[in-house]
Structures are given as C-alpha cells and as structure tokens.
C-alpha cells in the first residue's frame, strides 16, 4: 500500500493540533503546478531547498569559525541541520506542522554571505552609498523567489506562501528587523527559538573544543551549572573531558527545548488559541521562554560574545574577511566586465549592477570568496 498525500492530509488532521498550519490548507503558490502524489507541498518545499545550489554552498560558510580553522567546527549547513532537528521536535511536541517548520528551518540561512555575520555586515557598508543595504533574511527570500533557476519561464523554487511567510518571518537575537511577529506562524516562532537553540549550544561546543573558552569559565553561568550537575547524578564523574563536555551541551539542549515547550504551552493556553486565525491575530509571542529561561540564555549569549565572537583570534578571520568582501565590491563595481557571464547577461538586460555584485558576492563560499580575492589582488 502507497501512502499518498491524501493519506498524510488524513494523518496530520489527526494529530495536528486546531492552530497548526495543515498543508492541505496552504494557500499555494505564486505559479500553479501540480502537486506531488505522495508528498505534502511542504515536503516537496523542503526537498527543493536541500537539492538547490544555495543550499549546498552552505557547507563551506561560516558560522563562527572559518572552514579551514578545523573539520569539526559547525558550518551554516550543520547549523542549519542542527536547528531543523530541533525544530522538528518542537513542532511535534506541540502539535505543530514538522514539515512546515523543518522547511522553514533548512532555508532560515540560505542568504548568508561568507564569513558570518561579519560578512553580512561588511556587504551591507558596501551597499549604503547606493542607498541600498543587505540582509541575509532578504537574501534568502529573494534566493527562492528569484536566484535559484532550475523551471522553464518561473524565477525561484516556486515555494508555498507559508514557507516564504516563515522566512520574513524570522529573527533570531542577531537580526535588528522584522521585529513585528504578528501574523507569523507558530512554525515560524519555532524555528526562531531553535535557531536560537542551536547557536547557543553549538558555539559552546565549538568554543570548548578551540580552546578560546575554557569549562572553568562556563562553571560561573547558572545554565552550565544547572546542566553539569544534572549530567553527575545521571552518570556520575565523568573523568574524560570530551564526553563530558558533550553530555553538559546535550542537557543544556534538552533543558532549554523542555522549558520552550511548558512555557509555550501555557502561553497558548493563556491567550486562549484555539486555531490558526487566533495565532495570526496575536500580536504577542507565543513561543517563548520562561522569564528564568531567557535570564540564563542572556547571560549565556553575553558570555559568548565577551569571550568568543569578540575573542582577538576570531575578530582578526572576521576582519579579513570583511576587507575581502569590501575589496571585491569595488573591484566589481569598478570593473563589472570581470563578473561571470549569467551576470553580465543581466547587465546588459537592465539588472542595477549594484544589485548584481551584491547576489554574486553573497552566494559565494568563504573558500570561492579568497579565490577570488586573490585573483584580483594580484
């Protein structure tokens, strides 16, 4: 027997709870297409990001470490792996729309530009003289909506409207816009936590392993307390460092998802949600921490940032990658005839060349990126 997406419309009207999104009820796509037999159109979403081209390129852009610092560090795509899992969990706890959540989840980062933030923010200084800025939320919805060319006569991957919703919907603590949640899906809430999960953790784990944050250090965070404490009565000392630096980050996972689902479901019930229209009229949160919760992830992310992002070592790759972007930019701007021949082929169509510069720049791996650079610095 074929369980075919009749059958899965079936199932998530069973265990979906009244506010989820059902994806029988997607409000569709900005091109009409056939929809797949046996998956769900948010299925068939997630499975376009991961076979696009902005997708794999995330595997080699950092997240805080450049690629070549080690091979175990996180990349944007394991971060991105990383915060659909616990997206996926979430959603599933409460009821809501793993498909959609996940989808969302695996795209959250596709507009990121080389180097991390710091590259986002080196492009953006780029763009200001233009009147222009970047935005690696932007990015990512004009990547499914325009870039990614893989249809005859249809820019972009042809995605949901609550996929794309998702996407301007999200912002996590780094993003300074879309402050405003109303009308945002209880997914797309979901996916801003766990991505907020993910980095918050993951770092800790990164930061250990580099050397640039010691145990000792952590011991003074009420939630690295909490969770090692937690970890010695499950399994008593722990006398290998790894292994127990590994137990430690997983229970600090596990607290914070368990506490993001209580305080979540209590609000949900405080705010009386009973379907989908009660959430997109909210015009509070409603994913979210406890208030003990975010006392701990605050100090956590402070820490983080006093002693990691901000650490020298970590600021001298963040500079150098942001003189290489500048530097490409104006190379670029000065002699447009040196990019590639799909954005001369839109030049010459009327394309703003800024505009040009900005996607090319913004797509390229951090490894592309120095290749490049060195071409021109020559």
């Known amino acids: 027997m074929i369980h075919d997406k009749n059958h899965l419309f079936n199932i998530e009207n069973q265990v979906l709870a009244p506010y989820a999104v059902r994806s029988q009820d997607s409000r569709g796509r900005e091109f009409e297409e056939h929809e797949d037999l046996t998956r769900t159109p948010f299925q068939k979403d997630r499975d376009r990001i991961i076979h696009s081209r902005a997708f794999r390129r995330l595997k080699n852009k950092t997240q805080v470490f450049v690629a070549h610092h080690g091979d175990h560090y996180r990349t944007r795509i394991s971060h991105s792996l990383e915060v659909a899992q616990v997206s996926r969990d979430v959603s599933r706890s409460l009821g809501l729309n793993e498909d959609l959540a996940e989808t969302v989840a695996l795209a959250h980062d596709l507009g990121h530009t080389p180097f991390g933030h710091a590259g986002e923010h080196a492009l953006n200084d780029a763009l200001k003289p233009f009147g222009l800025g970047f935005e690696h939320n932007q990015q990512s919805k004009r990547i499914v909506e325009v870039l990614e060319h893989v249809y005859p006569k249809i820019e972009g991957l042809n995605l949901t409207f609550e996929v794309r919703q998702g996407l301007m919907k999200h912002q996590s603590p780094w993003d300074q816009k879309n402050s405003q949640f109303h009308g945002a899906s209880l997914e797309a809430q979901v996916v801003n936590l766990a991505d907020e999960i993910a980095y918050n953790n993951h770092d800790v784990d990164d930061g250990l392993r580099s050397g640039l944050i010691t145990e000792e250090q952590l011991q003074q965070l009420a939630i690295w307390k909490k969770a090692a404490k937690a970890v010695k009565e499950t399994y008593g000392p722990i006398s290998e460092t790894s292994i127990r630096w590994d137990r430690t980050v997983s229970r600090m996972i596990g607290m914070m998802i368990q506490d993001l689902l209580h305080y979540s479901s209590g609000l949900l019930e405080k705010h009386a949600i009973k379907n989908l229209e009660d959430v997109y009229r909210s015009e509070e949160k409603l994913i979210l921490f406890s208030p003990e919760q975010y006392t701990m992830n605050h100090a956590l992310k402070d820490f983080l940032a006093e002693n990691m992002y901000f650490h020298p070592q970590v600021l001298m790759l963040s500079r150098r990658g942001q003189q290489i972007i ?36 913004a797509g390229m791996t951090d490894e592309f990126a120095q290749q490049a650079w060195d071409k021109i610095a020559k």
């Open 326 to 361: 500048q530097d490409l930019f104006s190379n670029y701007h000065d002699h447009p005839e040196e990019l590639p021949a799909e954005e001369q082929a839109a030049l010459k169509k009327g394309e703003p060349l800024e505009i040009l510069i900005k996607d090319y720049i």
